[in-house]
């Protein structure tokens, strides 16, 4: 699966983005999907997941209540709706996709196969 984020930008802290996540090739509607994020001189860190199916979901602590994760598997789309948004939450974001045609989420960097190319999200203070 070929994956592309994009919808990232700068924004004042408070405001919201929308970034989307579109995948192309054979199966994506049995791919797990994630997000995870990348700010300078930092590890990568997982954000966000979501089920083949939409049917689970789940979130780092920190974006709990601010950021919510969708997809739209006729599309092939996944979208992350960031909003809230803080100076810290400022970093590349990345989407990932693995093969789990089961209800789970996959939370951890090395499970993914698939990696977009990042979308850079800057929060201004």
């Known amino acids: 699966v070929q994956l592309q984020a994009s919808g990232g930008g700068l924004v004042q802290a408070g405001g919201s983005l929308r970034l989307s996540c579109a995948a192309s090739?054979?199966?994506?509607?049995?791919?797990?999907v994630g997000w995870f994020r990348q700010a300078p001189g930092k590890e990568r860190e997982f954000v966000s997941a979501i089920s083949f199916n939409g049917g689970m979901t789940d979130y780092r602590d920190t974006v709990k209540g601010r950021f919510s994760i969708s997809r739209d598997n006729a599309k092939e789309m996944v979208y992350l709706q960031m909003n809230s948004l803080r100076p810290e939450d400022t970093a590349i974001y990345y989407c990932?996709?693995?093969?789990?045609?089961?209800?789970?989420?996959?939370?951890?960097?090395?499970?993914?196969?698939?990696w977009g190319q990042g979308t850079l999200v800057t929060v201004s203070s």
């Open positions: 990932a996709a693995v093969y789990a045609p089961h209800n789970i989420v996959v939370v951890t960097t090395g499970e993914y196969v698939d």
């Open positions: 090739g054979y199966g994506f509607s049995n791919n797990a």
